[in-house]
């Protein structure tokens, strides 16, 4: 997969594998969080050294009471639980008889409402702000969803469940937020938290997902090159302004099809520097190369992830003859987990890192970037659903002649079938300084 510099070098298929250390990702309930009854569980299990890989997980609520045990490599339950504090544990067995887990203390109140564990009320916090919430009703059917307003009448964020862990990405000032759930009997209860954003030097672009400047590029195996018209071999195109399925009633839509196999779709949006869609051409050369830290936060949906070979988010920068392209892919296919771009030797590397979004859900994904002073790509983090892995992997720029900007993509990899599938992007932010 292959992309001209043009058009932001990237991407082979080609994977090395590299050992990573086990573990159980917990991303609800928080250790040390107040929680109401049934509680959330959700957490994946990490990487193993077991070649048959994991074969289940389970929940201990207390030690020597297992309470739940599903096969697979995830869980994502509710469990009745009374009053009380509970030192709950999370377990993954393998197929080799190992196994690893995680701690997650909680109490439970007996009340029911909004119990929020972060960000603590009247907190300074820094951007993107990190919510992790849950709630319990009297409703017999139970909690329906729950909801981030950051100032009145502003929803910035919803998710179904009794349950939310998200981050928001909100500008310097005093914020007089609200968390609130609606249950399935026609109620609601709120929690206020006041938070104060820190200014700090980094600038954003919002909603770039609903901005002009996009651009969508056909790859045709078996060797990517671009093409603007592909034929019948791979096809594609993007709704902007989608109401439904939304966060913030302006989600885009991304679509892939054709009929060879493995072909793919890359859309990429200049934002600094040469065909700026943002006002910001830096025809001197002065803007671009200053920048060295870079956050890429969005939202994704798709009712059909799996006929997606991986999807891909990238930021590339180009200056003075220099090129570095991070790019990440969630490899569906290939592992289900993180693979990162080696800009210098054209190939995907492996993480270790699970990548196993929820189908029919808004999947939260932050990744943060640097470029070293010394010019190198350094791939800092990966948070998906409010689970954080560390890299820090660093790689080479490469020559990249007459180019001045920072660019933005997204991809779309079809599959062995090439069956056609959608991806629903919406409050997608870049970060940088």
């Known amino acids: 997969m292959y992309k001209s510099v043009l058009l932001i070098v990237c991407l082979s298929l080609l994977c090395l594998s590299r050992p990573a250390a086990a573990g159980v990702n917990v991303s609800a309930p928080s250790t040390g969080a107040t929680v109401g009854s049934p509680v959330h569980f959700a957490a994946s299990a990490g990487s193993t050294s077991c070649s048959k890989g994991v074969a289940s997980m ?5 030690p020597g009471v297992l309470a739940y045990v599903a096969n697979g490599t995830s869980i994502n339950t509710d469990l009745p639980l009374s009053a009380g504090t509970y030192d709950s544990v999370i377990e993954q067995w393998d197929y080799c008889g190992g196994a690893a887990t995680k701690s997650v203390r909680i109490t439970v109140s007996e009340k029911s409402g909004v119990f929020v564990s972060s960000p603590a009320n009247n907190s300074t916090v820094g951007s993107p702000v990190n919510f992790k919430a849950t709630a319990s009703s009297t409703c017999s ?3 329906a969803s729950m909801g981030i ?4 009448n502003q929803r910035a964020y919803v998710t179904g469940g009794s349950s939310l862990n998200t981050s928001l990405s909100l500008s310097a000032g005093t914020y007089n937020t609200v968390v609130e759930e609606w249950d399935n009997c026609g109620g609601a209860t709120v929690t206020p938290v006041k938070i104060t954003v820190n200014g700090g030097s980094g600038k954003s672009f919002s909603s770039i997902q609903a901005s002009n400047g996009w651009t969508g ?20 195109s993007m709704k902007q302004g989608m109401s439904s399925p939304s966060l913030s009633g302006k989600a885009a839509q991304f679509n892939i099809g054709g009929n060879t196999p493995y072909s793919d779709v890359l859309w990429n949006n200049h934002l600094i520097g040469d065909g700026s869609s943002q006002g910001l051409p830096d025809t001197d050369h002065t803007l671009v190369k200053t920048l060295h830290n ?11 992830l799996n006929l997606a070979e991986n999807l891909e988010f990238d930021i590339a920068q180009f200056f003075d003859n220099l090129g570095l392209t991070f790019g990440t892919q969630c490899q569906i296919v290939n592992g289900q987990q993180w693979g990162i771009w080696d800009n210098v030797n054209s190939k995907w590397v492996p993480t270790g890192i699970p990548c196993q979004p929820v189908e029919k859900s808004w999947n939260h994904l932050t990744i943060q970037f640097e470029r070293t002073s010394s010019n190198d790509l350094k791939y800092v983090s990966i948070t998906l659903n409010g689970v954080t892995h560390t890299l820090n992997d660093t790689y080479g720029p490469i020559s990249a002649p007459g ?3 920072l660019v933005v993509n997204f991809q779309l990899d079809g599959n062995y079938k090439q069956a056609p599938y959608s991806v629903y992007l919406d409050n997608l932010s870049i970060t940088y300084n």
């Open 403 to 405: 180019w001045n900007g």
């Open 217 to 236: 590029y056909g790859e045709l195996a078996p060797k990517y090159d671009i093409c603007t018209n592909c034929g019948s071999g791979v096809t594609w």
């Open 149 to 152: 307003y950051t100032s009145p």
């Open 58 to 62: 389970g929940i201990y609520t207390e």
């Open 141 to 143: 059917k139970g909690v």
């Open 294 to 304: 870079f956050t890429y936060d969005v939202y994704f949906y798709g009712t059909n």
